[in-house]
């Protein structure tokens, strides 16, 4: 276990627990555990926070907070490029233990589809997503990172999707992106389709007018609602 960060282990048994104090699970607690490759108390710290909060808010709060204390001990030279990829793996693993339970009439929900733009290689946003959405009942088709255009744009033809939302990281990206956003509207043809975009390109400016793209989020609340205005109508 790293010496790096202070923190405190929960003072119960997590496989009896049922009340665990807000204080307890903190950012810090979940960065060392995540770095220290422990997906079963991971998983069972972002469990308890989603008792009393939505899984976007726990998301966008605590687990992007840890990973945030994650990556400025990396860049400080604290913890290594080891320790960076052991929590980002762990994250991964922890991530298909919170997976919402699904059910053959969660399949026929309105489609959406994510994915990162072509070189982008970053995942775990889109792995939120598509958890956040699966919530509120969207059947989410995740493809992944890196997709080519014309992979994306043959998935879209063939299929009734209602929303895209394409994740890239850096700003290098926007062309990717901005091809992406033509490659979706022209495999949607006349169908109605929004387009979100998120990632940590979200922030550049102008993203949205430079892309093409019908919204920008800048966490996983902002997708959601975003989501819910482009819902459509009978579904």
């Not at 960076?84 to 929900?109: F, N």
Request: glycine share 8%; proline share 6%.
């Amino acid at each position: 276990m790293t010496d790096d960060m202070p923190f405190h282990l929960p003072p119960v048994d997590p496989a009896a627990s049922a009340d665990v104090p807000a204080d307890v699970l903190s950012p810090e607690l979940l960065a060392s555990l995540l770095v220290d490759g422990d997906d079963e108390l991971a998983a069972w710290t972002l469990r308890n926070a989603m008792a009393a909060s939505s899984r976007a808010a726990v998301y966008d709060g605590l687990l992007r907070d840890a990973m945030r204390l994650v990556g400025e001990n990396w860049r400080s030279g604290r913890w290594s490029v080891a320790d960076e990829h052991l929590a980002s793996r762990t994250l991964m693993a922890v991530l298909e233990q919170l997976r919402p339970v699904t059910t053959p009439e969660s399949r026929i929900g309105p489609s959406a589809v994510l994915a990162g733009v072509a070189g982008e290689q970053h995942m775990i946003g889109l792995l939120c997503l598509e958890q956040v959405l699966a919530d509120d009942g969207w059947a989410v088709s995740n493809l992944g990172a890196d997709l080519p255009d014309t992979d994306l744009a043959g998935y879209i033809a063939r299929n009734d999707v209602a929303l895209v939302a394409l994740s890239a990281s850096e700003e290098p990206r926007v062309n990717a992106l901005a091809e992406a956003v033509v490659a979706v509207r022209v495999a949607g043809g006349a169908r109605p389709l929004a387009i979100l975009i998120g990632g940590g390109i979200a922030y550049e400016r102008g993203i949205k007018d430079r892309t093409g793209a019908d919204g920008v989020a800048l966490n996983l609340t902002e997708a959601r609602a975003f989501a819910a205005r482009h819902r459509p109508a009978d579904s």
